[in-house]
């Protein structure tokens, strides 16, 4: 008897200040602000932390307290991967869109260099490592807390897809998503819901 394929349930953090002024985040660890806490409070409930078995999270602060301001705290604290980290932004970091198309216009991070960051190669490698590790994990259901770059990165290697399609994926803070299979071919139950 064929087992079912796990399905992945992916979280973005709630607000920061610079989600919300759209400036770029990745290594500057920020709180949420109090509309995020509200945004991570209100997953309390519509997820329940005993429905995974693999539960995982960016190292960064707005991961974790979205985790725990959404019920996932004690037996069902989340499993810390570095892996799960925002897109290393370098020179970029802490800069809005607007800013770098000065220099460099229609810049994103799905089509354009990072300068001192993180390449979409390297992004790629250490995503595929997340993904082999839930697919081989055996569990029903997992839950990733993190990004909204990183994450929809991920989502890019769940599907197969080029990085570069990530454009076409936003997602908003404090929503939650669902990868899994249909027919055998990895696929997209929900993106971008909220609770």
């Not at 990183?150 to 599907?159: D, E, G, I, N, V």
């Not at 994926?169 to 899994?180: A, E, H, Q, R, Y």
Request: with cysteine.
């Amino acid at each position: 008897m064929n087992r079912m394929p796990t399905r992945l349930f992916l979280v973005r953090h709630g607000e920061t200040e610079w989600s919300r002024s759209g400036q770029h985040t990745s290594i500057t660890d920020l709180p949420l602000t109090d509309n995020g806490k509200r945004l991570a409070s209100a997953l309390k409930g519509h997820l329940s932390p005993q429905d995974f078995q693999l539960i995982l999270s960016s190292p960064r602060r707005r991961a974790q307290e979205t985790a725990e301001l959404a019920g996932f705290v004690a037996d069902y604290e989340p499993q810390i991967d570095n892996d799960l980290a925002e897109w290393f932004y370098g020179d970029y970091e802490g800069k809005t869109s607007r800013e770098i198309w000065k220099t460099v216009p229609g810049w994103t991070i799905w089509n354009g260099e990072v300068p001192g960051g993180e390449t979409a190669a390297e992004v790629a490698s250490r995503l595929d490592r997340v993904v082999a590790r839930v697919r081989e994990s055996g569990v029903d259901q997992a839950i990733c807390f993190g990004h909204g770059h990183a994450l929809r990165a991920l989502t890019m290697r769940w599907l197969g897809f080029d990085l570069t399609l990530g454009v076409h994926f936003p997602l908003d803070t404090g929503t939650v998503s669902v990868l899994g299979e249909d027919k055998e071919e990895p696929a997209l139950e929900r993106w971008n819901a909220r609770p």
